[in-house]
């Protein structure tokens, strides 16, 4: 693992006064703890930009005011899982956003089905310092879809 890689997966700190991402479980992505959204969350944010260098990719991790928001679940790992979606599209384009409550081992899953039929939907995942990768169907949105399986080839 590169410095830049170990550095990213470490405990991304927070400013002080804002929540532990514990805090966060239970709430939807938009609803505002300690000041903040869950994305807006300085330790999220870091680890969704150490995740998703490329700005064009990380802009489709947002929740604006007509997006769609499941409450925030914990998932395998002891790690906490935040899903969003297009309004009237989420089953054509939607994120996850899986990261220890310390901020720490971020994946970001990316959505983006349009083109796809059922048969062959696959999200595109990626992880500080790692290659993205795609695994098969859209992006989790409930303890139980998470992990998401890889891509068999076959």
Excluded at 9 to 33: C, M, N, R, S
Excluded at 38 to 63: G, S
Aim: aromatic residues 10%; hydrophobic residues 45%; charged residues 20%.
């Amino acid at each position: 693992m590169t410095m830049a890689a170990a550095a990213a997966a470490a405990p991304l700190q927070a400013e002080e006064g804002a929540p532990d991402l514990e805090t966060y479980v239970g709430k939807y992505p938009f609803d505002i703890v300690d000041g903040h959204r869950f994305l807006d969350h300085p330790a999220v944010a870091a680890a969704i930009a150490a995740a998703v260098p490329d700005a064009d990719k990380r802009a489709a991790v947002a929740f604006d005011d007509n997006g769609l928001g499941l409450p925030i679940v914990r998932v395998a790992g002891g790690r906490i899982l935040a899903w969003g979606g297009a309004r009237r599209a989420e089953d054509r384009y939607n994120w996850a956003v899986v990261i220890a409550p310390d901020g720490s081992k971020p994946e970001v899953c990316i959505y983006d089905g349009v083109g796809y039929g059922q048969d062959f939907q696959a999200s595109e995942w990626f992880a500080p310092g790692q290659p993205a990768i795609m695994k098969q169907g859209p992006c989790p949105s409930a303890a139980e879809d998470y992990p998401t399986a890889d891509i068999a080839a076959g």
